[in-house]
Structures are given as structure tokens and as C-alpha cells.
């Protein structure tokens, strides 16, 4: 069974950093599309960045462009989301997901489109 597990969120103040973990198990993440989600109390679940691993295609939604970064290290079958200048916006559960039910020539964001699913971790940003 495909595990998916995050860490590294936490509380941080405006303008701080955060980087999080997403590690998989019986699952290579090199190949295929992974993405990372959040979703906001009251608010629907929404892709922040989706990358194809091991080609370089990343895609940002605009709010993160320019702050947050994902990266992997595949000897570890890690993938991460280096977050800076945080924003009390940011505040959310993020996921991580993978697993996609059929590729269509890129990596989507909708959350519907991944089968696997981590437990989520909590960021939390002050102003």
C-alpha cells in the first residue's frame, strides 16, 4: 500500500520560511506527477505546485510564484516545498499527493485527479 507522509510544518511569523516534507513509501515519486495542495478552514482544497519528477516541469498557482519552490531528493524518494515570505494567507493543512489516474501530457492540480494521499501538515502564519 502506497504511504505518503508530510512533516516540517509548524507556526511561523510573516516573512518566515518553511520547508516540507512529503516521503513516500512503496511508491517512486521519479516518472510521474506529484503535487502539493492545502486547504484553509471553510475553503475547498487547491493545488499550490505540481511537478512532473525527474523532468523539471513545475507548475506554481499565482499566489506562491516566486516563493515557494519544490524540490526531491531521490535517494530518499522525497519530495519538498521550500515555502519563503510566508503569508498569513498561506495559512492551511498542506498535502501532498501523487498517483495520477491518467496523464494527460502534464502534471493537473486538481486534487481529484491524484489516488494517493498524505495526512496533511499544518502551517501556520502570524502577522
Known amino acids: 500500500q502506497v504511504q505518503l507522509v508530510e512533516s516540517g510544518g509548524g507556526s511561523v511569523q510573516a516573512g518566515g520560511s518553511l520547508r516540507l516534507s512529503c516521503a513516500a513509501s512503496?511508491?517512486?515519486?521519479?516518472?510521474?506527477?506529484m503535487g502539493w495542495f492545502r486547504q484553509a478552514p471553510g475553503k475547498e482544497r487547491e493545488g499550490v505546485a505540481v511537478?512532473?519528477?525527474?523532468?523539471?516541469?513545475?507548475y506554481y498557482t499565482d499566489s506562491v510564484k516566486g516563493r515557494f519552490t519544490i524540490s526531491q531528493d531521490n535517494g530518499k524518494n522525497t519530495v519538498y516545498l521550500r515555502m519563503n515570505n510566508l503569508k498569513p494567507e498561506d495559512s492551511a493543512m498542506y498535502y501532498c499527493?501523487?498517483?495520477?489516474?491518467?496523464?494527460?501530457?502534464?502534471?493537473?492540480?486538481?486534487?481529484?485527479?491524484?489516488?494517493?494521499w498524505g495526512q496533511g501538515t499544518q502551517v501556520t502564519v502570524s502577522s
Open positions: 511537478s512532473y519528477i525527474g523532468r523539471g516541469s513545475t
Open positions: 499527493a501523487t498517483g495520477l489516474r491518467r496523464f494527460s501530457g502534464s502534471c493537473p492540480d486538481r486534487t481529484n485527479d491524484y489516488m494517493y
Open positions: 512503496r511508491y517512486t515519486f521519479r516518472g510521474g506527477c
